[in-house]
C-alpha cells in the first residue's frame, strides 16, 4: 500500500507539468469518515461505528459545461462491530450474545460516478457540485478479532485477533462454519460539496459523502442468507488540477 500511495502522488506531480484539456481534471483526495454494517436478519446486530478513510486519484472527464463523469483509482480502510451471534456458549451451556465480533477491511476501489456543478459564483472562485455513482471494492485484506475467547465446534476454547478471513480455512471457521469474507462489493455513493479555485488550474475540494454497500461482505453458515452490508459517511478533501 505504501507503493500505492507513492505511485498516486507520483502521478499526480507528473500531469501537473504538462498540458491537459479544459475537459480533463486530474487530482488527489483524502475523505476521513465512520464506517459501520447494516446486518439483515435477526441473529447479528449491529455494533459501534468505526473510524473508516478513502484516499486516492481522482480524473475527472466533462463532456459538457455543467456534466462530467468522475473516476479514478484509489484505496479505503475501513471496518465494523456486530454482535449477538448465540452459537457461542460457556461451559454451562449458557447461550451468551455479548462476543463483540470486530472486522478490519483494506481495498482497492474504482470509482464511477456522474458528477454535475454549478456556474462559477462569488466572483467566479466557488462553485457547487454533486455527483452520484457506484464503487467497485476489491478486497486487499480482512481481519477479524473478537472482544472474547470463543468454542470450537470440537469444544476447544480459542481467541481470535487479526486474523485472516480472506482464506476459506481461517481460525474463525473453527467455531463457525464456512465463515470467510467477500473479496468485492458494489457500493452506491452519493456526494455534494464545493470547489474554491486558487487560480485557473488549481483548485480545493470539499465535500461529504454517503456510501452504500449492496453485497454481504461476510459468509457463514450460521447466519445463513441474512447479509451483512457496510455503510459509510465521510468528509472528502482533496485537490483538483
Known sequence: MKRFLALVILIAFTVEGFAISDRIRVGLYTSPGIAWSKPFGKDLLKGKPRFGINY????EYWFARNVGL????????????????????NFGGVKVRSVNERYAFHYLEIPAYLKMKTNDIKGGNFSVWGQVGVTLNFTVSARATYSDSIPTTTGE????????ILKRNNEVTRAIPGFWSNF???????????????DDRTALLVGLFYHNGFI??????????????????????????
Not at 456526494?191 to 479555485?197: D, I, L, N, P, V
Open 184 to 198: 468485492f462489493d458494489v457500493r452506491l455513493g452519493v456526494g455534494g460539496g464545493f470547489e474554491y479555485k486558487f
Open 70 to 89: 468522475a473516476s479514478g483509482v484509489g484505496g479505503a480502510f475501513d471496518g465494523c462491530n456486530v454482535k449477538g451471534r448465540d452459537i457461542y456458549e
Open 216 to 241: 454481504n461482505n461476510l459468509f457463514d453458515k450460521d447466519t445463513k442468507k441474512e447479509p451483512n452490508a457496510m455503510r459509510m459517511m465521510s468528509l472528502r478533501v482533496g485537490v483538483l488540477f
Open 56 to 59: 486516492g486519484f481522482m480524473l
Open 157 to 164: 476454547i480459542i481467541l481470535i485477533e487479526k486474523e485472516n
